[in-house]
């Protein structure tokens, strides 16, 4: 019977797939390639060729991208928007997406060839998540901000053209999850559940939809705003609030399971292990929560407030905190520090034994490249950034509020 009720989701999933409506394409931005470089060429081999898909990289913000990132600052290529950016980049298929005031950018990751740009109502602070097996061609989401027209959208990956939205006005990133049937008792009183599920919190509401329709599935409704963007894990989504409160909800229905109340507003995204949580607060708090009851397993005050997201991979924690970059290990202990010479808003990206953060506020402000295990710094360049970083292939790309875009790649 598990089997039939399988079959038949999925037959009314695929009749449930829209095509593409409306849309621009037409070329923005000037491209300057620093140097010439192999990349155009697909026989790279010995290469990990992974992608950084969404905001924090994966569902559950590990912050890790398994890819050969660059070791020194070779610039690759930069492309000048002309606005500050907030947005931090997606990266799959060789192609760079980011948020540049109210237009969603596409550029080519091997030369920085602006592929299309689609114009939104509002301004995008949040970062656009990108599936490649979503559509026909790809999608990819994102959100807007500060107008009664804001949107979430989503776009098709190839030509820019809008697919689907939904009136919503975020600073929240929207992450998507590709779902699997459990086969619990349980499941089979919950509605047919779609391919892929999309997570995004606006205002106070914490939103599922059919990442394919945008259709919705179900809203949580939490007491505070929500800036914060949802980890999510096999069974749960997991949320901070600016009144103090950190959620975690069930992934398919939407009811609360439990909340943590911080010591202040929680605008950090959190990130998911296999058994815990690890959330910060604006108040210089990093709390490490048992997933599963929300009970509060050791809290660490800091130097500064906390805005930047952890990264959170085999056993190591890494967040910015006031102007610092903080390593720790799963029992709360300070593995090592380092300096940013400016406030770390921006959130850090591990790749291939190197941790990179971006700093902002102040005239040293830089993007910098530390060394995973001992905190050494390997490499900097000055440029004020607020969004996070992201490395996929072989290229590690930075949005800067300079109004450029920038790709780093030193293969030769």
């Given at each position: 019977m598990k089997k039939l009720i399988c079959s038949v989701s999925l037959l009314i999933l695929v009749l449930l797939l829209t095509g593409c409506s409306g849309g621009f394409f037409y070329e923005t931005g000037t491209s300057s390639i620093i140097p010439e470089n192999k990349a155009d060429s697909d026989t790279e081999t010995t290469i990990s060729w992974d992608t950084w898909s969404m905001f924090r990289h994966d569902a559950a913000h590990s912050g890790y991208c398994n890819a050969r990132a660059p070791i020194t600052p070779t610039l690759f290529w930069k492309v000048n928007v002309g606005v500050p950016l907030y947005s931090s980049p997606a990266i799959v298929n060789k192609m760079v997406f980011t948020g540049a005031k109210d237009v969603l950018l596409a550029f080519d990751e091997r030369n920085g060839r602006t592929l299309w740009k689609a114009p939104m109502v509002g301004e995008i602070y949040s970062s656009p998540a990108a599936d490649p097996l979503a559509g026909k061609s790809g999608l990819v989401y994102c959100a807007s901000y500060g107008s009664r027209s804001s949107t979430l959208s989503a776009f098709d990956m190839q030509?820019?053209?809008?697919?689907?939205?939904?009136?919503?006005?975020?600073?929240?990133?929207?992450?998507?999850?590709?779902?699997?049937?459990?086969?619990?008792?349980?499941?089979?009183?919950?509605?047919?559940?779609?391919?892929?599920?999309?997570?995004?919190?606006?205002?106070?509401?914490?939103?599922?939809?059919?990442?394919?329709?945008?259709?919705?599935?179900?809203?949580?409704?939490?007491?505070?705003?929500?800036?914060?963007?949802?980890?999510?894990?096999?069974?749960?989504?997991?949320?901070?609030?600016?009144?103090?409160?950190?959620?975690?909800?069930?992934?398919?229905?939407?009811?609360?399971?439990?909340?943590?109340?911080?010591?202040?507003?929680?605008?950090?995204?959190?990130?998911?292990?296999?058994?815990?949580?690890?959330?910060?607060?604006?108040?210089?708090?990093?709390?490490?929560?048992?997933?599963?009851?929300?009970?509060?397993?050791?809290?660490?005050?800091?130097?500064?407030?906390?805005?930047?997201?952890?990264?959170?991979?085999?056993?190591?924690?890494?967040?910015?905190?006031?102007?610092?970059?903080?390593?720790?290990?799963?029992?709360?202990?300070?593995?090592?520090?380092?300096?940013?010479?400016g406030e770390t808003i921006s959130s850090p990206a591990v790749s291939s034994g190197k941790v990179y953060i971006g700093s902002s506020k102040t005239k040293s402000s830089s993007i910098f490249c530390f060394d995973e295990r001992s905190g050494k710094p390997l490499w900097s360049r000055w440029m004020e950034v607020e969004s996070s970083p992201s490395a996929a292939y072989w290229s590690l790309v930075v949005a800067s509020l300079d109004g450029n875009i920038y790709c780093f790649n030193d293969l030769e």
């Open positions: 030509t820019g053209r809008r697919v689907w939205w939904q009136w919503m006005s975020t600073k929240s990133s929207p992450i998507f999850v590709y779902n699997i049937i459990i086969g619990t008792e349980d499941d089979a009183l919950l509605p047919i559940i779609p391919r892929s599920t999309l997570f995004i919190g606006s205002f106070n509401r914490l939103y599922a939809l059919n990442a394919d329709t945008g259709a919705t599935l179900w809203t949580f409704l939490a007491y505070g705003l929500i800036d914060s963007t949802p980890a999510v894990d096999e069974r749960r989504v997991y949320f901070g609030t600016n009144d103090n409160i950190i959620y975690a909800v069930d992934r398919y229905s939407g009811k609360g399971i439990w909340k943590f109340e911080a010591k202040g507003p929680v605008v950090s995204s959190p990130s998911v292990g296999e058994k815990l949580l690890i959330a910060a607060s604006l108040d210089g708090v990093i709390y490490c929560l048992d997933k599963q009851t929300g009970e509060l397993i050791w809290a660490i005050k800091t130097e500064g407030p906390i805005q930047s997201s952890p990264a959170y991979y085999k056993g190591s924690i890494y967040i910015g905190s006031g102007m610092e970059l903080l390593k720790l290990n799963e029992e709360g202990k300070i593995i090592w520090s380092a300096r940013t010479l």
